[in-house]
C-alpha cells in the first residue's frame, strides 16, 4: 500500500490503525473464504466514498451487528485497500468502530470456532494491539524518512528499513512479543539503524 493514499489529515495513530486493519483484514480474508466483497448500504457508502465493502455479522454488545468495512480496492491475489473508518450497524444504527472494536469483534467470531486454549484470545489481541503501536511509533520517529525512501534500495538493510508495515498479510506485522524495548530498538531495522 503506497503512503499516498491516506488523507493527508490523518494523524500517525489513525494511520497506524489503517494500516494494521488492512494487514489484519488481508490475512482474515486468506482464512475466512467465504467473504467476497459486496454492494454498501447506501449511508456507508456517502460516509466512505466507496461502493463495495465487506459484511462480518457478529455479535456487539449481546446483540446482533454487523461490521461494514469499505473497500477502495479489490485485489484479485487478496491485497485489498480499506477506506478507514469502518462501522457497526446495529439495530440502533450506525456507529464507527475504532480499529481494537473491529479486531475483538472479528477475534471472537472466529474463537468461537477454533475453540483457542484459555488466554490465547487474549494474548492475540495483546500482539494485535503491540503490532499497532509499532507502527505508530515509527510513523511518529520516521516522519521524515518515509517520504524520502528511494525506490531502488542497493543493501538489504535499506531494504529493511523501508518496510515500515511489514507483511501485508500477517494480523501483526510488527509484533515483538517476547522482546524487552531495548532488544527492539537495537535488532529491529524499521528504526533506521
Not at 171 to 188: D, F, H, I, K, M
Amino acid at each position: 500500500m503506497s503512503f499516498e493514499q491516506h488523507p493527508p489529515h490523518m494523524s500517525a495513530s489513525e494511520r497506524a490503525e489503517e494500516l494494521s486493519a488492512s494487514c489484519f483484514l488481508n490475512a482474515y480474508l486468506r482464512e475466512k473464504t467465504n467473504h467476497r466483497a459486496r454492494t454498501l448500504p447506501d449511508e456507508i457508502a456517502k460516509l466512505s466514498d466507496c461502493r463495495e465493502g465487506l459484511r462480518i455479522c457478529g455479535v456487539l454488545n449481546e446483540r446482533a451487528a454487523d461490521l461494514w468495512i469499505p473497500m477502495r480496492k479489490v485485489s484479485l491475489i487478496g491485497r485489498h485497500v480499506y477506506a478507514w473508518p469502518f462501522y457497526f450497524a446495529e439495530e440502533k444504527g450506525l456507529t464507527r468502530a475504532s480499529f481494537a472494536a473491529c479486531v475483538a469483534f472479528i477475534s471472537r467470531d472466529m474463537a468461537l470456532e477454533m475453540n483457542p486454549p484459555a488466554g490465547a484470545e487474549e494474548t492475540f489481541l495483546a500482539r494485535v494491539q503491540e503490532s499497532c503501536d509499532t507502527i505508530r511509533e515509527v510513523l511518529d520517529r520516521r516522519a521524515d524518512a518515509i517520504w524520502a525512501i528511494p525506490e531502488a534500495l542497493d543493501e538489504f538493510s535499506q531494504a529493511e528499513q523501508g518496510l515500515i508495515v511489514g507483511h501485508s498479510f500477517h494480523p501483526t506485522p510488527r509484533s515483538r512479543g517476547g522482546w524487552q524495548a531495548g532488544e527492539r530498538e537495537l535488532y529491529c531495522p524499521r528504526d533506521g539503524r
